[in-house]
């Protein structure tokens, strides 16, 4: 008799669900998606959890607890090393949902950075039905990992589109649409055909000809940077704000860097040479990576560089550090946002709104002069 098919749910962040959905289809394991990211789950989380954990725990200790309210058995957490708490999440999240009460099992999967590539496969194909073989574990895994960059990509550009768009929101109801053909693509002929109509929406859209935005960078902690709910949307507030947004930390791209080439020794190595003189050690989490882009940005002439990170990371305020040096070196204006329970939209619009002035305004004062 073979076993019940798992239940499985995961944290929402970006565009995850996309690659999580084509992993279910194709591997045999049903899937319970929690509600995005919202109110309602940051107010669960921040309930059961301890109050100086950071915003990203509180947020996935309420998703998940939506998710197993409705029917999920199988949670999905990524692991970690390092000085970075991240790694101690799945620990803590477990603790906290078998006090209240739920009886589910967690499946902490670690990107095989050291190597290790057994352990990551084998955790990754337990979440499948007992005849699932490894050519079709390797076949999923390829299509969830071609659904993330087709994803990725379309986005990208929706951030080189929104700031020069004539009808506001136009870009933001076309990404919509480009994701949805994304996500129902079930072959990769059918993904290539929906990532080429999705590219063809977007640059549909009516634009200002004769308007070059300033360019802003978004670097800091994965989940904030990632989760348009945990960032109050700060890309699309950002581009609607007439900036073009630039990010180089994609999920699709976090895959490539650690499931592919950091087993080989080949991950990171031009960004970290570009950290080095102002952060010369791996601090945990994004933290080396926010400074390396950072002085690869600031050196192709990026006019600003935006910092997102939830209260109380202890890599990201490493870095924060080198991020202040980094401004006074390139003479790069920063805008530093820290995110908790308590961080009001209203605020963080009004500190967007003053930075997209200063870039614009020091954009006109270069061009006049």
Known sequence: MSKPLRRVSFPHMGNLYLGMRALAKRMGFALIEAPRPNKAALELGSKYSPEFACLPLKVNVGTFIQALEKGADTLIQAGGTGPCRFGYYGEVQRRILEDLGYDFEMIIIEAPDNGDWS???GRIRALGGEDLTWLQLADAFQFAYAKLSAADYLEELSFKIRPRE????ATTKALAKALKLVDKAQTRKALKQARREGEALLEAIPQRKDYTPPRVLIVGEIYVVLEPFVNMDTAVKLGELGLEVERRLWISEWVREHLL???LGLAGRKVRTAAAPLLGYFVGGEGLESV????????EGVDGIVHL???TCMPETVAGSALDKLQQIYSTPLLRLIFDEQTGEAGVHTRLEAFADLLKRKARLHKAG
Do not use: D, E, K
């Not at 004539?166 to 929101?169: F, I, M, W």
């Not at 390396?292 to 050196?299: K, M, P």
């Open 119 to 121: 352990a990551f496969a």
């Open 309 to 311: 990170l939830p209260f």
């Open 261 to 263: 080439l950091g087993p």
């Open 166 to 169: 004539l009808t506001p929101g």
């Open 292 to 299: 390396g882009n950072s002085v690869l940005a600031a050196r």
